[in-house]
């Protein structure tokens, strides 16, 4: 990464920022380069359609952890302006990785849970980037069930490496968390809208992430294990990530020919870093699309519904028995 730019999108960043001092010294010296400017704009955005047509999966992962990526709170001011955040799980205390509350969409009131980062080192820490306690979960399901109490339906945004793996997360009952969320988001009678809007990694991703409707941004990922975590595993070597990235088929067109997703959320080109407030329409676009298809579902088929969409997902191979042995 170069300067929080990608190592592929060094060529693009150079050039546009050769189109930006054009710019800058034609209106500093009121000189006419417009021919000059039109002609490298040009070459920008072949080479921006060059780049973000053919992108492997490993660099999807990469625009998936971008610096500049929208985070959570970035959507939630965009899309749920009056949301009112609640904290705590009533049992420990409240976990910044994640975040949960009230919010209205469409004049309809909602509970929106998401997972967030931190932007710098200070904000990540306090974040704990990312990386949720058990009372972060506990404080999603405690806001969950508030929401079926009272008939809202719930969206959730998912961006994380995973759940977090330390030794006091393990002592609080990590793992009775995430199972204890996968059973209740199973069986809620509220309609589920999830969005993975960056890394969906593994039982961190899971525990809030049990919907009616998937969706999934363009350039985010949703694995089992982290590229990295893979390689080293498989080849005792990190280095072979985008290896594991392509064989591990995280990508959103994967999994939606997969159907472990629903949707794939388009994004601007060059990644949703490139313009939140496009990215953020899109997804308010899907989710308000999708809530309203949900609605008109009777509760309990809808329970059942997302049940056995569950249930179906994967595919199995049955090995005839040889007669003749």
């Known amino acids: 990464m170069v300067n929080g730019n990608l190592d592929f999108e ?12 054009l710019r800058r010294f034609s ?31 490993g660099q999807r992962v990469q625009l998936a952890r971008h610096p500049k990526r929208p985070l959570a709170l970035d959507f939630i001011n965009l899309i749920f302006p009056d949301f ?9 205390r409240d976990d910044h990785a994640i975040i949960g509350g009230l919010a209205t969409l469409e004049g309809s009131p ?4 998401a997972e967030q980062k931190g ?7 306090a974040r704990n980037f990312g990386m949720p306690f058990p009372e972060g979960y506990r404080k999603a399901l405690r806001l969950m069930k508030q929401a079926e109490k009272f008939g809202r339906p719930i969206i959730t945004l998912i961006d994380t490496p995973g759940a977090f793996p330390g030794l006091e997360a393990e002592q609080r009952g990590q793992a009775e968390a995430i199972a ?15 969005v993975v809007i960056g890394e969906g990694g593994s039982g961190g991703a899971l525990a809030i992430g049990v919907g009616d409707r998937i969706l999934m941004l363009e350039n985010a990922q949703y694995s089992v294990i982290s590229p990295e975590g893979c390689a080293a595993i498989l080849w005792h070597d990190a280095s072979f990530a985008p290896e594991a990235a392509a064989a591990l088929k995280i990508t959103a067109k994967d999994l939606f020919e997969l159907k472990v997703i629903d949707e ?35 509760v309990k088929d809808l329970v059942e519904q997302r049940y056995a969409k569950f249930r179906k997902m994967g595919v199995f191979y049955e090995a005839s028995e040889d007669k003749e042995a």
Do not use: C, F, W
């Open 10 to 21: 060094k060529p693009l960043v150079e050039l546009e920022s050769r189109i930006a001092e």
């Open 27 to 57: 209106k500093e010296k009121n000189i006419d380069l417009t021919e000059e400017i039109t002609t490298l704009e040009k070459k920008a955005a072949k080479l921006r359609h060059e780049i973000y047509a053919n992108l492997t999966p």
């Open 84 to 92: 009112l955040e609640l904290h705590g799980d009533r049992l420990y």
């Open 110 to 113: 909602v509970t929106v849970i």
């Open 119 to 125: 932007r710098d080192t200070k904000e990540n820490i």
């Open 180 to 194: 204890v969320n996968l059973m209740y988001m199973s069986r809620l009678a509220v309609p589920i809208v999830v």
């Open 264 to 298: 794939i959320i388009p994004e601007p080109l060059g990644g949703a870093h490139r313009d939140y407030a496009e990215t953020a329409a899109n997804v308010k676009a899907a989710i308000v699309r999708n809530l309203q298809e949900l609605k008109k579902i009777d």
